[in-house]
C-alpha cells in the first residue's frame, strides 16, 4: 500500500504471499505429510514432477484465481496459459514458478517461489499477448525462499527491493529491509554455477571462469543448484550467478518469463547487471527479450557489475 496505493495490486500481493505461507508450510511438513518423492508426471519443460511441484501449483492457482485480481496466469507446471474467466479477472498477469529447485527437495535443501507480475494491456477476454511483452514491463517481480527460514524478497519497479521474514508466531511476514542492494565494489568474489556443464559452454564464459580461478585471491565456487537460494546469496553477498546457454541447450535451460524476467528485475533493482550473454547473435541485455511462447528460455548472467561486466568483456572480444 505504501509503494504503490494500489488496493488491487496490495490484493494480488496477499494472495501471493498466503500462497508462499500454505507452500512453506507444506515443504515444513513433507517429510511428516508424505509429500517427498516423484508424482510420476512431467511438467510443461519435461522436468520431473514431485509431489510438493503438483501441491504448490495448485496452492498457488486457487490463491491467484480466487483474487479477483489475475487475467493470464502463467506456471511452470501447466502447459498452456490459465485465461481467468471474466467474472473473476482483473487487471494484473502473474507469470510463476511455483517450486524452483524442486530437485533439491527430497534432501532438505532450500527451494524457493517466483514470481513477476504484469499489468494487462487489452480489455475484454484475457488473452495470453498479454503476458508475453519484454521483461522492461514488469510491475512487481518477487521470490520467496524455504530455507532455514522463510524469505520474501519483493522489488517494485523503480522503487528499490524489499525484504521480508516469515514470524511463524504471528503468521505474517516482517518487513526487514527497505533497500537490498550489492555491495558496492561488487562484494564477495563468487561465482555459482553448474560447472559440470562446463565442456560445453562457449568461449566467452570458459574464459571467464577460468579467471576466476587465478591469482593470489581467487573467487570462490558456490553451487547450491536452487535458483532462488543461489540468486539471492549473489545479491546479499556479491559475486554473479551463470547459467549459460550452451552446446546442449543453445537457447538455454532456465525460462523467459518466470524464471529470468523476475530475477533480472530483482538483481537491476538492488543495483546488479542481467544479462544474456551472447543470444541471438548479440549480446543482450536480458530485460529487453521479448518472449514469443510462454516457456521460452533464455541464458542468464546475473549478478554485480563488476562480475557480468567481465563476461559480457570476453564476449567483445
Request: aromatic letters at 8%.
Amino acid at each position: 500500500m505504501s509503494q504503490t496505493a494500489d488496493q488491487e495490486l496490495t490484493v494480488l500481493l496477499s494472495a501471493l504471499t498466503l500462497a508462499c505461507k500454505a507452500t512453506a508450510r507444506a515443504c515444513n511438513k513433507a517429510g511428516i505429510a508424505n509429500l517427498f518423492g516423484l508424482a510420476g508426471e512431467q511438467n510443461s519443460t519435461g522436468d520431473d514432477q514431485k509431489k510438493l511441484d503438483v501441491l504448490s501449483n495448485d496452492i498457488f492457482i486457487n490463491a491467484l484465481v480466487n483474487s479477483g485480481a489475475c487475467a493470464v496466469l502463467v506456471s511452470e507446471e501447466n502447459e498452456d496459459p490459465i485465461l481467468v474467466e471474466q467474472s473473476k479477472a482483473g487487471r494484473f498477469c502473474v507469470a510463476f514458478d511455483p517450486l524452483d529447485g524442486s530437485s533439491n527437495i527430497d534432501c532438505n535443501v532450500s527451494t524457493g517461489t517466483i514470481f513477476g507480475v504484469y499489468e494487462r494491456m487489452s480489455s475484454g477476454p484475457p488473452q495470453v499477448a498479454d503476458i508475453l511483452r519484454k521483461g522492461s514491463d514488469l510491475l512487481v517481480a518477487g521470490y520467496c525462499m524455504y530455507g532455514a527460514a522463510t524469505e520474501l524478497v519483493i522489488a517494485f519497479k523503480d522503487k528499490g527491493v524489499h525484504r521480508f521474514t516469515l514470524d511463524p508466531s504471528l503468521g505474517e511476514f516482517i518487513h526487514t529491509d527497505a533497500n537490498v542492494r550489492f555491495p558496492e565494489d561488487g562484494g564477495k568474489k563468487i561465482y555459482s554455477c553448474n560447472e559440470g556443464n562446463s565442456s560445453n559452454w562457449d568461449a566467452a564464459v570458459t574464459g571467464f571462469v577460468e579467471d576466476c580461478k587465478k591469482g593470489d585471491s581467487p573467487y570462490a565456487a558456490r553451487y547450491v543448484g536452487s535458483m532462488v537460494s543461489d540468486v539471492h546469496r549473489t545479491i546479499l553477498y556479491g559475486g554473479i550467478y551463470l547459467y549459460p546457454a550452451d552446446a546442449k541447450a543453445k537457447h538455454g535451460k532456465l525460462r523467459v518469463l518466470y524464471e529470468g524476467f523476475p530475477m533480472a528485475m530483482i538483481t537491476e533493482q538492488a543495483g546488479g547487471m542481467a544479462s544474456c550473454g551472447m543470444f541471438k547473435g548479440k549480446i543482450q541485455r536480458m530485460m529487453d527479450l521479448v518472449p514469443t511462447t510462454i516457456h521460452e528460455k533464455c541464458p542468464v548472467i546475473l549478478g554485480s557489475a563488476r562480475d557480468v561486466e567481465a563476461v559480457l568483456t570476453k564476449y567483445r572480444e
